[in-house]
């Protein structure tokens, strides 16, 4: 009891050095934003397979476009080099090239949400006429929200670097916010593919 | 993120009003890992119990199906059979063992505190209103076959909110095993509690969200044109494939890893063959991920797969392992059957006859596949977390009350828990095979199965005493004015055991460095062979 005691008594201890813990957890949570999406993939693909088996034909009085999704993918797609731009200037102790890149990076996203609010107005798609219009608006809803969230968490960590929070070399949240990033990029490409390339 | 989980105390600076007001802000505004994993377990523990009682009215009606007897009609029936089921997991299993989870996981691998403490938080107050919602939305004819449209949407939107409140708490923890672990602990020298929340937790992550998805279907089409999935038949066939196996198995993971940490301290003697155990638990995790076999995947039912029999079949291959490296520990140490031993034992023993079931189930020519044959499985197996939360309570009740749960209440409550879970699979498994079917109504029952729902009643009676008997001895236990509990009266292996009961605000006063799997025992015989 005596060694007990002793263990536990006195002052809080000294913060460990944990560098991963919030990369952990944005893994943790992204692999469960991949498997949200991939399980309302799973049934579109499932739904559309014997759709086209049995009638030969999965979009009905709707005229799915391309020009709009395929502004978002490049837009993403460019917006993951500056995202990985700007950590590599943090890390390399780079705060001007950084704070441009972090910009770049949410002027990017920003213009993705244009687009796909853009893409849903275009698309006129009524969301009670068909169950291919649930999957379609479940789908890019749930990415939509997913693209919000990596924007906010990257306008997070870039305002804790302007402030100052992390060391320069050493900027995990950023990491983090970069890696939710691009699993969101990676997402919305395998969205882009499944829903509107091959339709 | 800076752990900044509870205020330190200032001696000599309270004053009337901080006497007053702190209780109510030690619960309302805390990220003590320790405070919400109790809150979760406690909640847990009630809604176990609100749960249990509606398998019980579901069974009663299921003695004489052509009529409705506490209740008004079929369509009430139904409701209170999808509260029982998804209660049990969403309500009661999971979010206990999270609770337990959150509360000794950062003990275990000699973390101050859980990886984001506010996280943690916000994550019992998500499942918490989620759980309100959810009772409420039952309370005005919601839920699936529900006829009260906006009742049917708070189900799927509280449903949605209990499980985004789950995998919060999952997240937490998981992350806490990966990135907090005690200087020298790697993964093989951590405790199979932990090792199997890291397991459980992953399998979580993995399943709980596509579920997530599916009520994201439900809430829109319900909405708006009611086309297919929103259409209140067709519910309880997208989300019930949780309940079913191999998917309902992943709430019995942290189980095992329960009876591993409880057995070798029990029996005097360090674990046998540890590696092969935590491969044994990853293993059994693996097997149980089931988010594949939704039927909105498969056009085909998912029971004729070669997967869902493979998945099945080698399901009871990790669970002989990991019960014959503790059959070995027992052989080395002594069988002392404490309350938390029997609870471990026929938690295992009782997952082992889930597992082979669930193979009987597999095999095309018992055509017991969509019979209510897989209701038993779900049921045994939720049962089953139920018995693993038990034997958790008995062996860290100091630890997480400072009082000991009175041993034979652990017993008692342990043996009356079996006996209903064995009940409910083999009541169910026999109706199965007289082709009764997994809905609790319409059905037109022969002899043997009206037979065989009072059995299920019985099952479902005799658990829920068993959990009554058990919460009714916690809370005199620590309401009462009995001895406070040592801080490691069991003579533990791993690093909770040396710090107070209950622990101090952050746990420890400097972070052990760890060099073996059973810290605590090589320190108390260090001319052991650690390996």
Not at chain 2, 8 to 15: I, R, Y
Not at chain 2, 91 to 112: D, K, N, S, T
Request: negative net charge; hydrophobic residues 55%; aromatic residues 6%.
């Amino acid at each position: 009891m005596a060694e007990t005691a002793a263990l536990t008594a006195g002052a809080p201890p000294a913060p460990v050095e944990r560098p991963r813990v919030t990369l952990v957890g944005t893994t943790l949570v992204a692999g469960a934003c991949g498997m949200l999406l991939a399980g309302l993939l799973g049934t579109y693909l499932s739904l559309r397979a014997e759709a086209l088996a049995t009638s030969g034909e999965w979009f009905t009085d709707v005229t799915v476009k391309l020009p709009s999704p395929s502004i978002v993918a490049v837009s993403l797609g460019m917006s993951v080099v500056v995202a990985h731009w700007a950590l590599w200037s943090f890390n390399h102790r780079d705060r001007r090239n950084g704070y441009v890149a972090l910009a770049l990076t949410l002027a990017l996203g920003a213009a993705s949400v244009n687009s796909v609010i853009y893409n849903w107005t275009q698309m006129g798609f009524a969301v009670d006429a068909q169950v291919q219009a649930v999957l379609v608006y479940a789908i890019t809803g749930a990415h939509f929200v997913m693209l919000l969230a990596a924007m906010g968490f990257v306008a997070l960590m870039g305002l804790r670097a302007l402030g100052g929070q992390f060391h320069l070399g050493q900027s995990d949240g950023l990491a983090a916010a970069v890696l939710f990033w691009d699993a969101m990029v990676a997402a919305y490409l395998v969205i882009w593919y499944a829903v509107y390339i091959t339709r | 993120m800076t752990a900044t989980a509870t205020r330190p105390a200032t001696a000599g600076s309270t004053t009337d009003h901080d006497e007053v007001a702190a209780p109510t802000q030690s619960i309302l505004g805390t990220a003590d890992h320790k405070t919400v994993g109790l809150l979760f377990l406690g909640t847990g523990l009630l809604y176990l119990v609100v749960s249990l009682v509606a398998g019980l009215v579901v069974g009663f009606e299921r003695l004489d199906p052509s009529t409705a007897d506490l209740l008004t009609n079929d369509t009430d029936v139904l409701q209170v059979f999808a509260l029982s089921q998804l209660g049990l997991l969403l309500l009661g299993v999971l979010p206990m063992l999270l609770g337990l989870a959150l509360y000794l996981v950062p003990l275990q691998v000699g973390a101050p505190a859980i990886a984001f403490p506010r996280a943690a938080a916000a994550a019992l107050w998500t499942w918490l209103l989620g759980s309100a919602m959810q009772l409420a939305s039952f309370g005005i004819n919601g839920g699936p076959w529900g006829g009260e449209p906006d009742g049917v949407e708070l189900w799927a939107t509280s449903t949605f909110l209990l499980i985004l409140g789950l995998l919060l708490a999952t997240v937490c923890v998981v992350t806490t095993v990966v990135a907090h672990r005690a200087p020298g602990m790697t993964l093989r020298r951590t405790p199979l509690l932990s090792w199997s929340m890291l397991v459980a937790g992953a399998i979580w992550l993995a399943t709980l969200p596509v579920l997530l998805g599916d009520l994201l279907l439900i809430a829109i089409d319900h909405a708006n044109g009611r086309l297919a999935f929103g259409l209140n038949t067709e519910m309880w066939g997208q989300v019930s494939w949780v309940l079913l196996a191999p998917a309902v198995l992943m709430a019995t993971i942290p189980v095992l890893g329960i009876a591993g940490d409880v057995i070798p301290v029990h029996a005097k003697a360090r674990q046998r063959f540890h590696d092969g155990v935590l491969v044994a638990i990853g293993g059994f995790g693996i097997l149980t991920f089931g988010a594949w076999s939704r039927p909105l995947l498969a056009s085909e039912p998912v029971d004729d797969s070669v997967l869902y029999q493979g998945m099945a079949m080698l399901a009871a291959l990790p669970l002989l392992l990991a019960l014959g490296a503790w059959i070995d520990t027992f052989r080395q140490g002594s069988l002392r059957l404490t309350g938390p031993v029997l609870a471990s034992l026929l938690a295992v023993l009782g997952l082992l006859d889930v597992v082979g079931t669930g193979i009987a189930i597999a095999i095309p020519q018992t055509e017991l596949a969509g019979t209510t044959a897989v209701n038993g499985v779900a049921g045994a197996a939720l049962l089953i977390g139920v018995l693993g939360v038990l034997a958790a309570l008995g062996h860290w009740s100091p630890k997480l009350f400072g009082r000991s749960v009175p041993d034979g209440a652990v017993k008692l409550g342990a043996v009356l828990v079996t006996a209903g879970a064995v009940a409910v699979l083999s009541g169910e498994l026999v109706a199965g095979l007289y082709d009764q079917g997994p809905l609790p109504v319409g059905a037109d029952l022969r002899d043997t199965a009206e037979a065989m729902a009072v059995v299920v009643l019985a099952g479902w009676a005799l658990a829920t005493l068993g959990v009554v008997v058990v919460a009714a001895a916690l809370l005199t236990a620590t309401l009462g004015e009995g001895e406070p509990a040592d801080d490691d009266p069991w003579g533990g292996h791993t690093l909770e055991w040396a710090t107070t009961s209950p622990p101090p605000p952050h746990n420890f006063a400097e972070v052990p460095l760890v060099t073996s799997a059973a810290p605590l025992l090589d320190a108390s015989s260090p001319e052991e062979d650690a390996s």
